[in-house]
């Protein structure tokens, strides 16, 4: 047998630690006193083994596939259930030779309050890569990755985490230009992760016609993108709340993301398929 190399192995070794460390303080936190209590969410919009993929388009290449899976069994952090989810995303074709994409986000989402209380990113971009593992008290309102530990508002959400709990924001009496307020954690910072209600209109895709409503997550300006709305999310108009469509002009072009596919969702979708 071949060893590992020690870099390899310390990492490993890190990402079990701080794992443990992360089950025991939410552990000690849920039997201290005086704890704050948290949220319960109402979730009728996705379940284990829901199963999305993706085709991404930059500007007129076709450049890379993305999929969103959660575990078929849920896992537990502590006393708490969580669903367990994965995003990746890698570069295809003629954009793969000169910029590889390799990219990789789990994170532990609470099934009861929708919060995350473990958050893995791997990425690989081109010649940039990073690394981090971030965990999430909900308790005592504080997330810790290997740099820092930082206070962070009430519910606060990563990034694979907020796209699940705006799953099942409730939208039977939303208005164009209602906003929904989301706080997100990102590179040890918090960020706003607010989406702004647009409409609804009929979308035709590869996979037929779907009805959906459409938001604009209201975003930095500067770090990726030009404009603060620069987004544009078509999600479908059904109880499943599935993106259908993502476009977004970016500081060097533009990139739309389409679904390709789908598998073990909660519900039927709004979609009137091709014959």
């Known amino acids: 047998m071949v060893p590992w190399p020690d870099s390899c192995l310390f990492s490993v070794m890190r990402f079990y630690l701080l794992l443990i460390g992360s089950i025991f303080s939410v552990a000690m936190a849920a039997a201290s006193p005086g704890q704050q209590v948290l949220r319960s969410v109402p979730n009728s919009a996705f379940k284990p083994g829901e199963k999305l993929t993706f085709r991404i388009h930059y500007g007129f290449i076709d450049a890379g596939t993305a999929e969103l899976q959660i575990a078929a069994e849920k896992k537990m952090i502590g006393p708490r259930s969580c669903y367990h989810v994965i995003g990746s995303g890698k570069s295809v074709g003629a ?102 209600f647009i409409g609804r209109e009929t ?49 060097v072009g533009s990139i739309k993301m389409d679904l390709t596919g789908y598998e073990n969702l909660l519900h039927p979708p ?4 091709k014959k």
């Open 203 to 251: 979308l035709h895709t590869d996979l037929g016609k779907f009805k959906c409503v459409i938001f604009r997550p209201m975003l930095q300006e500067g770090r990726v993108f030009k404009e603060s709305e620069d987004m544009t999310v078509w999600v479908s108009d059904d109880l499943n709340r599935i993106p259908v469509r993502v476009q977004s002009n970016i500081l």
């Open 95 to 196: 954009f793969d030779w000169f910029f590889k994409v390799r990219d990789r986000y789990e994170s532990y989402v609470d099934a009861d309050a929708m919060v995350p209380w473990l958050f893995v990113r791997d990425i690989s971009e081109g010649g940039y890569k990073k690394k981090q593992r971030v965990v999430f008290n909900h308790y005592t309102d504080s997330a810790r990755s290997e740099k820092k530990t930082i206070s962070i508002p009430d519910n606060t959400q990563d990034l694979i985490s907020a796209f699940y709990f705006a799953r099942t924001i409730d939208l039977t009496k939303a208005s164009p230009g209602d906003v929904f307020p989301i706080n997100g954690y990102l590179d040890d910072e918090v960020i706003p992760l607010n989406i702004k």
């Open 270 to 273: 709004a979609v009137e398929r």
